[in-house]
Each structure stands twice: as structure tokens, then as C-alpha cells.
């Protein structure tokens, strides 16, 4: 769909698929072959599954006036991107350039619905993105659940792009519903080592997020939740001017990168859940305070949980919700981090809890930044230069009890106001 253009169904359900399956089938792209004798090239006319440019689908009833009158419309969407590549023979040798496509593109659109789910699933091409909703885009409903799925493609360890699974940057999405996030990225880890050895200075791959939110916003309504899932495909690799290679990690959960992330469901939950690269936040916000009740739940896990320049905040004027991170192996917690869980009127305050399994030395404790783990751990080293055992799980809470309203850990220390 490109500028200008809509669809405006009163209250009915708009489904975009392919193979004449509506549940499993996918809208693709598909390419064109031409021969000219020296030259043949194989150039993709419609590269995206589903591209939406400038453009809007709105299934409210009496959308097309502008306010949406509610109405169960539904919008699903799903598509499987085709790659680019044109092969050029000639006298000089064969030429090969290729771009990977998403399975489903939103650009610069607008999606909305009254209380009628808003689904997008987008398989990438080769070295295509999953699913990438970018551009000052809008997904809207007042009442129903928002579910965005994106997978992208490698094959044996290369692709023709960073396919990464589900891309966010400059959107933004509300609901009064529910939202879920899954990615999955690519892979094309046998480029990333061939990179590496290479050595060939001014080279970049990055990592193949699971799901990248950058510069976007996503807010459930009161009392529901937000859950992102993400499996990176592997991390990426950058050698700089003098020849030098860095691995630059990658995150199946990444929320903030070159702009912030904010994440917001009054009284309800967000739980963000990685895979084998884990979950990494940076310079954003997660919010589930609630006013005229209790603070909801944020929940992080992964194999490694990062937390930097970030606001974290479930407090409540009935009480404070709880705050958990969970790591397989290293948890961190930033000092210009605040994590609060603040009874803000009557009731107790919530719980801050910052766990990590990989303890084996003795500067294990301080992959968490949090002064109660430090003050604890080394309440346990007393009496001797090392601990002889390490603890196989240890939890952080403010003041090491639950606390009082009023209590607020930031990301080096714990104060009582």
C-alpha cells in the first residue's frame, strides 16, 4: 500500500495472506528473471511480503470520519519477504549484489482497531528483517490485544543483510489490551568469523537481534500486560581503521539503542524474556505504577541481564509491585540506573530483587552493581580473604527486607525518604 492510500472497513476484519490459507498462509514477494544475454539479472518487483508506506487500515466503526466508534474489526497481517539480487556478467568478470526484505514493512502507516486483536507476523527473506515497523508509525486499539511476530533468515550461517527478527524504531503503540513481542533473529554467523579473520579494516556485521525497540514507545492498558520473547542469531563483528577486531554482543531483547525505549502497563506486567545472548536495556523506561492501587510486576531474565541509564519503576499508592532480575550468569545494574517499587500513599513498599547464578570468585557479586549486594557479600567474606563457598543464587532486595514506603534502590545505593 503506498502513500495516501486506506482501507476503512466500519467495524469489519481486514486480513492480508497468501497461498490461499488464511491462517498459515503468507503474502510474498516475488522476483522477476530477465536475460539479455551478458547481462542477467533477477530483480524482485514487490521485495516485501506487505509493505505499507504512508499508508493507513482502519477497522473502527466510523473510522473514515476520523474517531474510532469502537466495533470488533480485527487486522491480521502476514507476509514473506523476497531478496534482491542482480548478477551481472560481463568482460570485467560477474558482479553479485544483493539486499535482504522483510516479510512485513510498515512505514511512516497507521494501524487501528476498536476492540478487535492487531496481528503482523513477517517471515524475512534472506538476510531480510522479520518484521520492521519504523518511520513515525502508529499502532492503535482500544481494547484488543496487539501481537507483533518477526523471524529473520539466514541460511548456513550467511545472508545478504542483518536479519534481524523484530525490528520497532520510531513508532509507537497503544492499547487499552494486551501486547506481545517475539523475534527471532538470523543467522549469519559463518560471515561474522569470516569477517573476523579477514580482518579487512572499516568492516562492520552487527548482531541479529531478537528484537530491537529503538526510539519507539509500547503501552498495554490498566491491570493487563506487555511480554517480549527474543532469540538473537548471533553477535556481530566490527574491525576498525588499524586492522583491530571487536565482537560487538549481541541481546535477544535489546530496548533502547541509538534512542530510548519506553515500556508502560499501569498495574499490570512486562516481562521480557531472552534466550541464549539475554536482555539488555539502555537509556529507557519500563513503568507499571498505578495509581488508586497496587504496582505491578517487572519481570527481566535471560543468560545475561543488563540494565543501563534506566528507569524502572512500580510503585503504587496502595503499595509497591515487585521488580525482578533474573540472569543465568551475569546480572548488572548500572549506577545511574533507579529501580523503585514505592508505596506512594498507604501499604507496604514492593520488592527489588537482582539475582545472578554465576558466582565462582571472588569479584563474582560485583557484576551487580546494587550496594545491598555488595554490603551483603561482603558481610559473608568476614573472617577470611575468600569466600569457600559461593552462594548458587543470591537476591537483592531494598534494605534486605521488604520495604517501607518511601524506600527506593537505585542502581549504587538504597535510601529511605
Known amino acids: 500500500m503506498s502513500t495516501g492510500s486506506s482501507i476503512y472497513t466500519n467495524g469489519g476484519n481486514v486480513r492480508f495472506f497468501g497461498s490461499d490459507n488464511p491462517a498459515g498462509g503468507r503474502a510474498r514477494g516475488f522476483s522477476l528473471t530477465q536475460d539479455f544475454g551478458a547481462l542477467t539479472a533477477t530483480s524482485v518487483q514487490v521485495p516485501n511480503g506487505i509493505a505499507l508506506n504512508g499508508a493507513t487500515i482502519d477497522v473502527c466503526v466510523g473510522g473514515a470520519s476520523g474517531a474510532c466508534g469502537g466495533g470488533s474489526g480485527t487486522i491480521s ?14 568482460g570485467a568478470g560477474t558482479i553479485t549484489s544483493a539486499d535482504g526484505n522483510p516479510g512485513v514493512l510498515i512505514f511512516n502507516s497507521v494501524l487501528r482497531s476498536g476492540s478487535g486483536a492487531i496481528s503482523v507476523d513477517g517471515l524475512g527473506s534472506l538476510g531480510g528483517i522479520g518484521t520492521s515497523s519504523i518511520g513515525n508509525s502508529s499502532i492503535v486499539s482500544q481494547a484488543g490485544n496487539v501481537t507483533l511476530v518477526g523471524t529473520g533468515v539466514g541460511v548456513n550461517g550467511t545472508s545478504v543483510d542483518d536479519p534481524v527478527g523484530l525490528l520497532i524504531g520510531a513508532t509507537s ?42 526510539t519507539a514507545s509500547v503501552s498495554a492498558g490498566l491491570g493487563r500486560s506487555i511480554g517480549i520473547s ?8 566490527s574491525v576498525n581503521g588499524a586492522g583491530v577486531v571487536s565482537t560487538l554482543d549481541a541481546r535477544d531483547v535489546q530496548i533502547g539503542f541509538s534512542g530510548a525505549g519506553s515500556l508502560s502497563a499501569p498495574g499490570g506486567s512486562v516481562i521480557l524474556n531472552g534466550g541464549t545472548f539475554g536482555v539488555q536495556t539502555n537509556g529507557s523506561t519500563i513503568d507499571v505504577s498505578r495509581t488508586g492501587g497496587t504496582g505491578g510486576s517487572v519481570q527481566i531474565s535471560g543468560v545475561d541481564v543488563g540494565v543501563f541509564q534506566t528507569s524502572i519503576t512500580a510503585n503504587g499508592s496502595g503499595g509497591g509491585g515487585l521488580i525482578a532480575l533474573d ?27 537482582v539475582r545472578a547464578l554465576a558466582f565462582g570468585s571472588t569479584d563474582a557479586a560485583s557484576t551487580v552493581r546494587l550496594w545491598e549486594l555488595q554490603r551483603a557479600w561482603r558481610r559473608r567474606r568476614e573472617g577470611r580473604s575468600r569466600p569457600r563457598a559461593c552462594p548458587s543464587t543470591l537476591a537483592a532486595y531494598a534494605s534486605m527486607r521488604r520495604p517501607r ?12 525518604t
Open 77 to 90: 497481517l502476514r507476509g514473506q519477504g523476497a531478496a534482491t539480487s542482480t548478477v551481472a556478467a560481463s
Open 173 to 214: 503503540i497503544q492499547t487499552g489490551g494486551g501486547v506481545s513481542l517475539t523475534g527471532t533473529g538470523g543467522d549469519v554467523s559463518a560471515q561474522v568469523a569470516a569477517i573476523a579473520g579477514a580482518a579487512t579494516p572499516n568492516t562492520v556485521r552487527i548482531p541479529t537481534y531478537g528484537v530491537l525497540i529503538d
Open 230 to 237: 527474543g532469540q538473537a542469531g548471533n553477535a556481530g563483528v
Open 327 to 353: 540472569a543465568d550468569n551475569v546480572a548488572f545494574v548500572a549506577s545511574n540506573s533507579i529501580l523503585s517499587a514505592n508505596a506512594t500513599t498507604t501499604g507496604s513498599g514492593g520488592a527489588i530483587r
Open 405 to 416: 514506603a518511601g524506600n527506593q534502590v537505585h542502581g549504587s545505593s538504597t535510601r529511605s
